[in-house]
């Protein structure tokens, strides 16, 4: 299954809603895109719409941001992970990529990845793949896939 939201930085408040109503079944999300897109900024501007109480900034050099939020009367934990800088799979798993897809196995942790292409083996097939395009130079679509 395949959605396409559409927005722009006026609407996005409202496409983080839709978004959500769909991401929220997958605790493994993958953000694609090119440089700029606006990946971290739609991941910010979710975590503001969960709440989260923690500034929220791009992982590229940190690997891993973690944050908290609670969600149906449970804690939960949000790895926000950015993959640009690996450069292979073992560098992933040796930077602690693959324990952070594990966590999510405990029902309280999402991980969110940007750029796993860097290394797609450590993606599960039960995840929910997110392709953010510039369209214009204030709009972007987004196309959600459910695998």
């Known amino acids: 299954m395949t959605t396409t939201i559409s927005f722009s930085l006026n ?37 503001q719409y969960l709440q989260v109480p923690d500034a929220v900034s791009s992982p590229t050099f940190a690997l891993v941001n973690e944050y908290r939020f609670e969600y149906e009367g449970k804690e939960q934990t949000i790895l926000h992970t950015d993959w640009y800088r690996l450069r292979t799979t073992e560098e992933a798993i040796n930077a602690g990529m693959e324990e952070c897809i594990d966590q999510t196995k405990n029902g309280q942790t999402y991980c969110w990845v940007e750029w796993p292409e860097k290394a797609p083996e450590l993606i599960p097939s039960n995840h929910l ?16 896939t459910t695998n």
């Open 11 to 47: 609407t996005i408040g409202s496409a983080v809603a839709q978004f959500w109503e769909i991401a929220k079944n997958y605790r493994i999300v993958t953000f694609s895109g090119d440089m700029g897109a606006g990946k971290t900024t739609f991941i910010s501007h979710l975590c």
């Open 129 to 144: 793949a997110v392709y953010i395009t510039t369209t214009d130079i204030m709009e972007r679509s987004i196309s959600l």
